[in-house]
C-alpha cells in the first residue's frame, strides 16, 4: 500500500490530533522504556510536513513543539503557584509562554523543511535531521538555554544510547530524526520498502544493543558513599518553625553516614553564614570538626556570601586536607532564570513570587575538582546537569578530569510530580556521555548511584527521608564527547547542521 493513498486529515483535525502526538512525545521522557514510541511521534510529525506549505509547516511544527514542552513541564505550574505565590491563571499563562516560546525553535525548522526540501528519500532524511538538530541546539543555548526534554534523553535506555560518548544528547536527538525521516520515506514508497527499513532498523539496533557502547574509561578505585535525602517539602524549608527540626535531622545523618564520601544535597542548610551564625553558633564548627578529623570527607549544599556583596548556590567540601584552611567551594555557573536570576527587565515579575535567596551570584566555568579520597569529585547544581558541553570543559586537561560527578539538587519545587524521573534520566545520560559515575544527593529524590553505564545501581524512594549507603566505583579517562566539547562546546554540532544543510540543497539544486 502506497503510503502516499491514505486520506489525509482534515485542516480541522490535524492539529488537536498532533497536539495529542506532541504530549505523547512527552511522555517517553520518564518512561524511556518507551522510547520506539518516540520514533513514531516524529515520524508523525515528519509524515504531515512532508506536504505541507512553509506556512503550515511551521504551524505543525510549532505545535508539535510546543506540547511537547507544555506536556513535559507541566510542573512548573507547581513552583510558580505553589510555592511561588504566583496567582494560579499568571502561572498557567507562563507555562504557556515558555512553551509557545521554545515550541517556536521547531516551528522555524519545519518551516525552512517545508521550503529547502526536494522529494528526495535521502537529502530530505538529510536536511530533517539537520534542522531538528538546529532547533534543539537553539533551544538549548539562546538566552541561557533550556535542554530540558532535548529529544536524546528519551533514548538513555534504548540502543541509541550507543551514541552517547561520541555525539553527545543532541547527536542522538539528530539520529532520532533521521530514522524517523527516513521510516516516513520508507513508508510513502510502500508496505514493502517499509517491511524491509524496519526490519534493517531492528537489525542495527540490535547489534548496537548488544554490542553496547565502546568503552573509554578505566575503573579508578571504588568508594563507599552516603548521599542524604532530607526530604523537607519546599514550603517549609525556609519556614523558621521547621528550621530547627530540619537542621537537627541533618547533622544527626552527616554524623552517622557511614560512607568514605557523605554527600547533603542543595541547600541542605538553607541558610546564609550569618544567619547560620545567629542560629546555632556552633552549627557549622561542628560539622567542620566532624569531617575534618576523620577519614571521610563531605560535600554540602549550602548558600554562601551576604545580601550586601552577593551571595552563590553553593557545595563545600571537608575533608582532612581542609583542616585550618577554607575549605572546597564550588559555586553554581548555570543559574535557573526567575528562580536564581532575574532577566533583565522581568523583576516585576519576580517579585510576584515568593522566591527566597532568588538572586545568586555565579561561579567559574571551569571550576577545579574537589581532590580527595585518591578522587577527582565534580560537583553540580540541580539544573547543571542539563548541559553536558559546560560539565565538559573539566575535561580539557585529562589529568585533573574528575573521576566522580556529583550532582546536589532540589526538586522538591515541584512537588510530587514527573519531573523526578525526568531529572534522574538527565542525570543518567551524562554519565553515558562521559563514561563517568553520577552520584545524586537530593531533597525529595531521586538519590542515586548511576554507573558509568547509566545504569542506576542504587536509589533511595523519592519523597522520604534517609541515607543511600552504596558502593561506587570511580573512572578515569575521556570519551570522544567530553574531548571536543571540552575544546568547541556544541559548535561542532552547530556547524555538522549547517554543512549539511548546505550541502543537501546545494547537491539537489545541481542534479
Request: proline share 6%; aromatic share 10%.
Amino acid at each position: 500500500m502506497n503510503f502516499k493513498a491514505v486520506p489525509g486529515w482534515t485542516r480541522r483535525l490535524e492539529l488537536p490530533l498532533l497536539a495529542a502526538v506532541g504530549a505523547l512525545h512527552a511522555l517517553t521522557f520518564a518512561h524511556t522504556g518507551a522510547w520506539p514510541l518516540q520514533l513514531l511521534c516524529v515520524a508523525l510529525l515528519a509524515w504531515r510536513v512532508q506536504g505541507a506549505a512553509p506556512g503550515r509547516a511551521a504551524l505543525l511544527g510549532w505545535t508539535f513543539g510546543s506540547v511537547w514542552v507544555g506536556a513535559g513541564t507541566w510542573w512548573l505550574f507547581v513552583s510558580m503557584h505553589r510555592y511561588g505565590g504566583l496567582p494560579a491563571p499568571l502561572a498557567v499563562a507562563a507555562v504557556a509562554a515558555l512553551a509557545l516560546a521554545m515550541g517556536a525553535y521547531l516551528a522555524l525548522a519545519m518551516g525552512l523543511y517545508a521550503r529547502l526540501r526536494r522529494g528526495r528519500a535521502m537529502p530530505d532524511a538529510l536536511l530533517w535531521a539537520a534542522l531538528w538538530l538546529l532547533a534543539e541546539l537553539a533551544r538549548g543555548a539562546l538566552f541561557t538555554g533550556f535542554p530540558w526534554l532535548a529529544s536524546g534523553y528519551a533514548q538513555v535506555d534504548a540502543p541509541l544510547a550507543v551514541l552517547a560518548p561520541w555525539v553527545g544528547v543532541y547527536g542522538m536527538g539528530a539520529a532520532v530524526a533521521l530514522i524517523s525521516a527516513l521510516l516516513v520515506a520508507a513508508a510513502r514508497a510502500g508496505w514493502r520498502v517499509l517491511g524491509l527499513a524496519l526490519a534493517g532498523m531492528a537489525a542495527v539496533l540490535t547489534v548496537a544493543d548488544v554490542l553496547g557502547p565502546a568503552s573509554f574509561t578505566l575503573g579508578h578505585g571504588t568508594l563507599r558513599v552516603s548521599l542524604v535525602q532530607t526530604n523537607v517539602a519546599q514550603d517549609e524549608k525556609f519556614a523558621t518553625e521547621h528550621l530547627p527540626g530540619a537542621l537537627a535531622w541533618l547533622r544527626q545523618a552527616l554524623d552517622q553516614a557511614q560512607g568514605d564520601l557523605v554527600v547533603a544535597p542543595e541547600t541542605a542548610i538553607p541558610l546564609l553564614p550569618s544567619q547560620l551564625q545567629d542560629f546555632d553558633p556552633t552549627y557549622w564548627s561542628a560539622l567542620r570538626d566532624r569531617f575534618e578529623h576523620s577519614p571521610q570527607a563531605a560535600l554540602v549544599g549550602v548558600p554562601l556570601g551576604d545580601f550586601d556583596s552577593g551571595y552563590a548556590n553553593a557545595v563545600l567540601g571537608l575533608s582532612s586536607h581542609t583542616a585550618g584552611k577554607d575549605p572546597y567551594r564550588y559555586d553554581k555557573v548555570h543559574l535557573v532564570p526567575f528562580g536564581e536570576f532575574i532577566p533583565t527587565g522581568f523583576r516585576w515579575f519576580t517579585r510576584l513570587m515568593e522566591i527566597p535567596l532568588g538572586d545568586f551570584d555565579r561561579g567559574p566555568l571551569n571550576a577545579p575538582s574537589f581532590a580527595t579520597l585518591g578522587q577527582r569529585l565534580a560537583p553540580n547544581i540541580c539544573y547543571e546537569d542539563l548541559f553536558g558541553e559546560e560539565l565538559a570543559q573539566r575535561f580539557r586537561e585529562p589529568a585533573h578530569s574528575p573521576t566522580l560527578f556529583v550532582n546536589v539538587s532540589n526538586i522538591a519545587w515541584f512537588g510530587h510530580t514527573v519531573a523526578l524521573p525526568q531529572h534522574l534520566n538527565i542525570s543518567r545520560l551524562r554519565a553515558l556521555e562521559f563514561q563517568i559515575p553520577m552520584l545524586r544527593a537530593t531533597n525529595t529524590g531521586v538519590t542515586a548511584v548511576i554507573d558509568e553505564t547509566g545504569r542506576v545501581t542504587a536509589q533511595l524512594p523519592a519523597y522520604s527521608r534517609g541515607t543511600l549507603e552504596a558502593p561506587v566505583q570511580a573512572r578515569e579517562g575521556v570519551t570522544p564527547f567530553a574531548w571536543w566539547a571540552a575544546r568547541a562546546g556544541l559548535w561542532p554540532l552547530l556547524a555538522a547542521a549547517l554543512g549539511t544543510i548546505v550541502l543537501v540543497v546545494a547537491r539537489v539544486r545541481r542534479a
